[in-house]
């Protein structure tokens, strides 16, 4: 039989950023993607409601056949990661977090690591705790990047208002001499070339960033099969408009292909809609 799809979600378009390097990664794998826009942003809300979020798209990969899923989300890999896995304990779950906080933990000359995420994310402290496990000797500095998910979903990437938040949220990384920053969130990506702006005039050496999806592609691999003898029929939707949605990721990842379709929640549960 051949492999089921790789499933995978997030809040928003971040998640698309995972997508493409699993896409990059695995060509003949079907992908399923799944952007809570209605929820969006994640970064605020309570940890109680992430897990809901999480478990209900969660089922609904499963049902489509998903033997892996992947929470693109950072705050609910850092919230709802084992209640998921003890879930559904044949699948393969898997979150971003771990491969971030090791990759940065191995990477580092001078043990200061900083973390730009959600607020969700900072508040869960998961990247230091993890940064720790991989390497005692790093100090952690997290900082809440609250206006950068709006700036990506209403596709301000490349505004001076994205220059200013950049320099803002980096700054306090700065002052502590990271060497290493992490991009706590899926949708950061999209912001690296405010970001690269900001820290030019901050730093006196361009810190190291860690994409953490470069990395979960490498625990996928050890799954993946590497022969797939149907042709991918990857899958995309949204809880919110799917012809927005197309539009966004025709710019943000115009080599993704697929079905754009709506998902609708109805009591904490997915349902395909119009």
């Not at 990477?107 to 705790?129: K, M, Q």
């Not at 496990?133 to 998910?149: G, H, I, S, Y």
Request: glycine share 8%; proline share 8%; aromatic share 8%.
């Amino acid at each position: 039989m051949p492999p089921g799809p790789i499933g995978l979600f997030d809040s928003g378009v971040g998640g698309l950023t995972v997508a493409t390097e699993i896409r990059k990664a695995f060509p003949q794998q079907t992908v399923i993607y799944i952007a809570d826009q209605f929820h969006v942003p994640y970064g605020g809300r309570p940890a109680s409601e992430i897990k809901q979020f999480a478990g209900g798209i969660s089922r609904f990969l499963a049902n489509s056949g998903c033997e892996m899923i992947v929470m693109a989300c950072n705050i609910s890999s850092a919230t709802a990661l084992d209640e998921v896995r003890q879930e559904h304990p044949n699948l393969s779950i898997f979150g971003v977090v771990q491969p971030g906080a090791r990759a940065a933990a191995a990477d580092t000359r001078n043990n200061s690591i900083g973390v730009l995420a959600t607020l969700g994310t900072t508040n869960t402290r998961e990247y230091t705790r993890h940064i720790s496990l991989a390497n005692p000797d790093c100090q952690t500095t997290e900082v809440a990047c609250p206006r950068f998910v709006p700036l990506v979903e209403s596709g301000q990437t490349g505004t001076a208002g994205a220059v200013h938040a950049a320099t803002e949220y980096l700054t306090p990384l700065a002052e502590q001499g990271c060497d290493t920053i992490i991009l706590g969130c899926t949708h950061y990506p999209y912001l690296m070339p405010a970001i690269h702006t900001a820290a030019r005039d901050l730093f006196s050496e361009m810190p190291r960033f860690i994409d953490p999806a470069k990395y979960l592609v490498h625990d996928l691999g050890l799954l993946v099969p590497s022969v797939n003898p149907q042709s991918p029929a990857n899958r995309f939707y949204t809880t919110s408009d799917p012809v927005q949605f197309r539009l966004q990721a025709g710019v943000l990842e115009p080599s993704l292909e697929g079905d754009f379709s709506a998902l609708t929640w109805n009591n904490g549960i997915l349902e395909v809609g119009s």
